[in-house]
């Protein structure tokens, strides 16, 4: 069974940051792809940024330039920094592991910004 918790969410001011984390636990494919979307009020899910167990990343355009993903694969933990933070950017965020076909969610983490 796999596992993926998120972390740091919160009230945040328009220009403020935050940084989430999403620790994954359970039997992983060592291969594999991690990424994190948000799902806003009334909105469809939306991919924010995705990377692989070899490091290669793929940023919306909407975040490029504020957010960026990273992961630490010894920790089995992804983490997206979020700076510049817009009232657009408030939604519901959730982590998310592909591997072998198969995709894991969490439940996700709030995350608010103010005008």
């Known amino acids: 069974q796999v596992q993926l918790v998120e972390s740091g969410g919160g009230l945040v001011q328009a220009g403020g940051s935050l940084r989430l984390s999403c620790a994954a636990s359970?039997?992983?494919?060592?291969?594999?792809?991690m990424g994190w979307y948000r799902q806003a009020p009334g909105k469809q899910r939306e991919l924010v940024a995705t990377?692989?167990?070899?490091?290669?990343?793929n940023v919306a355009d909407s975040v490029k330039g504020r957010f960026t993903i990273s992961r630490d694969k010894a920790k089995n933990t992804m983490y997206l920094q979020m700076n510049s933070l817009k009232p657009e950017d408030t939604a519901d965020y959730s982590c998310?592991?592909?591997?072998?076909?198969?995709?894991?969610w969490g439940k996700g983490t709030l995350v608010t910004v103010s005008s």
């Open positions: 998310n592991i592909r591997f072998l076909a198969v995709n894991y």
């Open positions: 359970g039997r992983i494919f060592s291969t594999n792809v």
């Open positions: 990377i692989t167990s070899g490091g290669s990343t």
